[in-house]
């Protein structure tokens, strides 16, 4: 049997995602595709080596509310995450991410992805393609945060009725659709 390579728990990761709708189930096949594939996965210098890499959402969540930052670079308000590093595994780059960039000390585990999207990325380093895997981190609102200005203007928690849809991924609205059914 061949080794566990992190390729392959990644591959394992995309299988536990229950597609929400049409759009998500193609997503799901090309990117099984594309780890499957001897493509490099991993952003190996910025921006966009190579123009297709994963990244990792990190949605911090208290119960209706989602934390979300005013991201410099995209220009939008955006759930904190980042790009996954060589050889890391994307729940490792959620939890690295939510502590650099909001210093919570995330201890709790974190579930499966909620939700996996496929986005050309805008603001000043568009031009690439990010394949997202969307993690919910829960967390209470009344923490005080201490966020990265050199990466956000600002964060903010917003109830999920109010999020700014306008100004943010463009597939908010499908995660929380997806998120909050039942």
Not at 31 to 53: E, G, M
């Amino acid at each position: 049997m061949a080794p566990d390579t992190i390729r392959s728990q990644i591959r394992r990761e995309i299988e536990l995602i229950e597609p929400f709708d049409q759009l998500e189930t193609k997503t799901q096949q090309n990117v099984l595709a594309w780890i499957d594939s001897d493509a490099q996965i991993f952003r190996l210098r910025k921006p966009a080596d190579p123009p297709q890499h994963l990244i990792a959402y990190s949605v911090v969540i208290d119960d209706d509310y989602l934390l979300l930052v005013d991201h410099i670079n995209a220009e939008l308000w955006l759930p904190t995450g980042g790009h996954v590093d060589p050889g890391e595994h994307p729940r490792q780059t959620a939890i690295r991410e939510v502590q650099e960039e909001l210093q919570i000390d995330y201890r709790n585990n974190i579930e499966a992805p909620i939700l996996l999207t496929t986005t050309e990325t805008v603001g000043k380093t568009a031009g690439h393609t990010d394949v997202c895997l969307w993690y919910v981190l829960t967390a209470d609102r009344s923490q005080p945060l201490k966020i990265d200005h050199g990466e956000f203007n600002s964060a903010r928690w917003f109830h999920r009725d109010e999020l700014p849809l306008h100004r943010t991924d463009s597939h908010m609205r499908r995660f929380t659709q997806k998120y909050y059914r039942g």
